[in-house]
């Protein structure tokens, strides 16, 4: 079966039929549709048609240099391909529109979500599972050296599976492609879940600005709305950035809920971005620790079918059947992927160590190959394993000035540490884990719960 990354995505609009509007804005439209591949050249056979998301961008509103942006956007944002991310496939330029071919969702946004059955916002179990998986997917893009910059309850999507993604991609930044690396400075997203610096447009920022916005999503999620809507712009600003007995006083968590969870927000929503904790961090933190299972978010979901149904991206209506478009999802849940580690350390391409996920219905395989003997251990979360390691340096023998191994890869003349966390789209069971070590290369199984 042909992965999304493995497939050429058609770069026309006869290959793509338009079905219902999924959401509409004045500067856009989504629609569910349907991608016609093209017939391989060697074998005369095309891929199985897929369902899809498609944005559709009036072009007439945006400047030359703003579509250039959106197209080099969605090519770099291709390559991120992580359970908590929503995949973005191509895009181009169609008559006086850009349209950009994405991963369909099956279900609606958190906040849409909440709103219809839950409006007085979620359990504190409910909000903390929501609230690692946004986690778990910052971090993959904060180590990519990507800001998402538009983060909010309405741009949390959740899947068939109740797999929770980061969505609307259409202002995130690379922060390497800005004038100074790790930082930037357009005024982007909503502005009640903004960053301090971002209000304040001349100062810049860098992915901590994620990390208040993620603080008031977990707001958002515990009370049912931002405690900053329909606040006037500049009350917002004064709020935050004033200098007036009133101003830099953060929201705080409603007292119903832990003292944990209260810890999370003020680890989040520091006026000054230096304070706020990282991703990484954030995900040790004790709010995490008796995170319940993604049993209780999906029984959640299941238990309100029939309206999830009516609020549903995706109609009965169209030419592709409820089973096609499960099996779609399903394949859209499987990777494999293989990482250059510690590049800070590396010189030229030749990776340290390679990490490769496998996959079956009851376990999920990883092998772990080092160019060298080395010092390896795993850390286990509720649906990730951190690969922790170390490569020591080669003895010191006079004369030789480098060392390789059998296969004439060179192997670094100091310590080399690295560390490296593999996401899994379902919860894995911490008892059920073998690990077996051959030559340099671990050989790890974990089950599924």
Request: glycine fraction near 6%; charge should be neutral.
């Amino acid at each position: 079966m042909a992965t999304e990354l493995s497939l050429v995505w058609p770069q026309v609009q006869s290959n793509y039929e338009l079905y219902e509007i999924i959401k509409e804005t004045e500067q856009h439209r989504i629609y569910r549709g349907i991608c016609n591949f093209d017939a391989d050249l060697d074998t005369g056979k095309a891929p199985h048609p897929r369902e899809v998301a498609i944005k559709v961008i009036d072009a007439d509103m945006l400047t030359i240099e703003q579509i250039e942006t959106i197209r080099k956007e969605v090519i770099s944002t291709r390559s991120n391909y992580h359970p908590n991310v929503v995949k973005y496939y191509t895009s181009f330029v169609c008559e006086e529109n850009i349209w950009i071919v994405m991963e369909l969702l099956h279900y609606c946004s958190i906040r849409q979500i909440m709103e219809e059955l839950s409006p007085g916002g979620l359990t504190e179990p409910l909000v903390v599972y929501i609230l690692y998986h946004v986690l778990v997917g910052l971090e993959y893009l904060h180590k990519q050296e990507r800001a998402h910059r538009n983060l909010k309850g309405s741009h949390i999507l959740v899947n068939k599976r109740g797999n929770i993604k980061l969505g609307d991609f259409a202002v995130s930044t690379s922060l390497v492609a800005c004038g100074e690396r790790n930082t930037a400075t357009t005024l982007v997203g909503t502005l009640a879940w903004m960053a301090p610096e971002v209000l304040e447009t001349n100062r810049k920022y860098t992915c901590m600005a994620d990390i208040w916005s993620l603080g008031m999503v977990a707001l958002e999620l515990a009370t049912g709305k931002n405690p900053f809507e329909g606040f006037p712009p500049m009350k917002i600003v004064k709020t935050l950035c004033g200098t007036g007995p009133e101003s830099g006083r953060t929201p705080a968590a409603p007292p119903s809920f832990s003292k944990y969870f209260a810890e999370f927000v003020s680890a989040c929503l520091q006026i000054d971005p230096n304070k706020r904790l990282s991703a990484n961090k954030l995900l040790d933190m004790k709010v995490f620790r008796s995170m319940k299972k993604k049993e209780v978010f999906v029984q959640f979901l299941d238990s309100s079918k029939r309206k999830l149904r009516s609020m549903s991206f995706v109609h009965t209506e169209g030419t592709m059947t409820e089973k096609d478009a499960l099996t779609n999802q399903a394949s859209d849940d499987e990777y494999t992927e293989t990482w250059t580690f510690n590049e800070e350390e590396q010189s030229g391409s030749i990776p340290l160590i390679q990490v490769l996920v496998g996959e079956t219905p009851k376990a999920y395989a990883i092998v772990v190959r080092t160019i060298a003997q080395a010092n390896v251990s795993f850390k286990l979360r509720a649906q990730e394993l951190v690969v922790i390691g170390k490569i020591p340096p080669p003895p010191t023998v006079p004369g030789v000035t480098e060392w390789k191994t059998e296969t004439g890869i060179p192997i670094p003349a100091k310590s080399t540490s690295f560390s490296k966390t593999v996401h899994f789209d379902s919860e894995i069971d911490t008892a059920n884990i073998s690990k077996k070590k051959q030559g340099t290369t671990f050989f790890v199984s974990i089950g599924k719960v």
